[in-house]
């Protein structure tokens, strides 16, 4: 999946940009409408995260000439403009969603698949599997072996991370920052706490293990090759 990103804030672009990348998707962040509008007409993307004020040319005037011109990308705006007169506006020049600064990644992050999956004709999976573990996205539920377990949202944001990467040592770092929207500090024991909430949800009970620790690392989800 390749996202453009149009943000002339460069610590906001680059925060966008990085944490896009670390879930997998493909980031082009350009600085400026102008700029933006020619990459969104030369290079076919899935996904516009379009900034509204911007210099040379709007975000406004982006989706005006992106629309005119026939190209149909989905559009997500970010912007510091909230009044609900602006957020009219943009889903009237044909955004798909508006999104207020500041917000948290994990929001965005949950936007942008909602935008994408709606982009798709069925062909993008609507759950996870790992083992007998299922997480299905549209539902928000997860069953193991059939049997429904309760999760809190930040335990249900942090199995999908972990499942999307199945196999994939994950730093606490990258959680922290992709299911907390914060930066890792090593005095807290918050991400230590909800794996091994989670881990007496969806593994104490089941065989084989899915969650393990991997000392020194992080964490990683997957069905073991073998099992003693």
């Not at 600085?31 to 290079?43: C, F, I, Q, V, Y």
């Not at 335990?155 to 920052?177: D, K, N």
């Not at 593994?203 to 000392?215: E, G, M, W």
Request: hydrophobic share 40%; aromatic share 6%; glycine share 8%.
């Amino acid at each position: 999946m390749k996202i453009l990103i149009v943000e002339d804030e460069p610590k906001a672009g680059e925060y966008l940009r990085q944490g896009l990348a670390e879930a997998s998707f493909t980031v082009e962040l350009v600085a400026n409408g102008r700029d933006g509008l020619h990459a969104a007409m030369e290079t076919e993307h899935d996904l516009l995260i379009l900034d509204v004020m911007l210099p040379g040319m709007d975000g406004w005037e982006v989706i005006r000439s992106l629309r005119r011109q026939g190209n149909e990308v989905p559009v997500l705006f970010l912007t510091a403009k909230d009044q609900v007169e602006d957020r009219i506006k943009g889903l009237e020049l044909g955004a798909d969603d508006y999104l207020v600064k500041p917000f948290s990644f994990a929001e965005l992050l949950a936007r942008v698949r909602t935008i994408l999956r709606r982009g798709k004709t069925g062909t993008e999976a609507t759950s996870i599997c790992v083992a007998d573990l299922e997480l299905d996205l549209l539902r928000r539920r997860v069953t193991r072996a059939g049997k429904r377990i309760d999760l809190t949202s930040k335990e249900f944001g942090l199995l999908e991370l972990l499942m999307r990467r199945q196999g994939e040592v994950l730093p606490r770092s990258l959680i922290a920052s992709q299911v907390w929207d914060m930066n890792f500090d090593s005095d807290t024991n918050v991400i230590e706490v909800a794996i091994r909430r989670l881990r007496v949800k969806i593994d104490d009970a089941f065989h084989p293990k899915l969650l393990q620790t991997v000392r020194g690392m992080g964490y990683v989800l997957e069905k073991p090759t073998s099992s003693p």
